[in-house]
């Protein structure tokens, strides 16, 4: 990637890509909008449990997707604001939220232009689940999100752990999974072509390619740390939300795990970091 135009072509390459996927996502059992129009939450249990009270307090959601998460918030008390690249999901967010009765902002920009577009003074700023994998730079992205905190505020982040982006998944045999056959250390985008969507599997995406970004656990806490942020807490789990490898078995309504047999690993984490 030699300039800031091959970076836009790469992600603009990932919008379309994710433009196709909002109607498929709303429709989907995976994203349970049914239940969440009943009253369910969207959030998961290490969310909720380590995200603390955030009632009266605003809140940006970054790359918020169709605004699930964002509007689960609300409901727990806070003034919301969500905001991703995907002008489709945008309109989305905004249906469900007059669907669900939810006073919720949403915002159409990119995550380096969040403090131009969302403004400043937040007392929370959230991110969870698959979403730093489709940003280039975590300079910027740290950067954002101070600068989007007002002083004291604290942001939140769980997201899949990088190391299981070194395990096999294209093997038929689940024995093969969870063995090591990628580098933890990439640099660039990684460009990968998967016509299938993870919400409905047999679903074939016209928009195929995507290009991401593999980022360390380092270079994470790092980013934020040079952006002036105070860590509070980096914690690593067993789980996750959607099955990153082959043969995970789902072990409750939230998450799947690694099937009995493979080694204890981490395969996901969350951060909490803190303004001063």
């Known amino acids: ?18 433009e196709e996927q909002v109607d498929i996502h709303v429709g989907s059992d995976f994203y349970r909008v049914k239940e969440f129009l009943e009253g369910e939450s969207s959030l998961d249990p290490i969310v909720l449990g380590e995200i603390g009270d955030v009632r009266g307090r605003r809140l940006l959601h970054l790359q918020c997707h169709f605004g699930l998460d964002t509007l689960s918030l609300a409901r727990l008390g806070a003034e919301v604001t969500g905001l991703d690249f995907s002008p489709k999901a945008i309109a989305a967010a905004e249906t469900l939220a007059r669907d669900a009765g939810i006073n919720a902002r949403f915002i159409c920009a990119r995550v380096d232009e969040a403090r131009a ?7 929370v700023v959230f991110s969870s689940w698959g979403a730093l994998m489709w940003l280039p730079d975590l300079a910027v992205w740290a950067r954002n999100i101070a600068a989007c905190l007002a002083p004291g505020g604290m942001f939140y982040l769980a997201e899949g752990h990088p190391i299981t982006w070194t395990f096999e998944d294209e093997s038929d045999r ?8 990628r580098s933890y250390f990439l640099e660039g985008p990684q460009q990968w072509e998967n016509a299938h969507d993870y919400a409905e599997p047999d679903v074939k995406l016209a928009h195929f390619k995507s290009n991401e970004w593999q980022h360390t656990l ?14 509070e807490f980096l914690h690593e789990h067993d789980r996750l939300p959607w099955p990153a490898v082959p043969g ?19 395969l996901s984490y969350s951060v909490k970091a803190r303004k001063a």
Do not use: C
């Not at 577009?117 to 007392?123: P, S, V």
């Open 218 to 231: 380092a270079e994470v806490v790092s980013a934020l740390a040079e952006a002036g942020l105070r860590i």
């Open 248 to 266: 995970m078995v789902r072990v409750d309504e939230h998450y799947f795990m690694a099937p009995e047999g493979a080694p204890a690993m981490p």
């Open 1 to 18: 990637m030699t300039s800031a135009q091959s970076s836009d072509d790469l992600l603009a390459a990932n919008l379309a890509r994710w």
């Open 174 to 181: 689940i024995e093969d999974n969870f063995r090591i056959v």
């Open 117 to 123: 577009k969302a403004g400043t003074g937040y007392d």
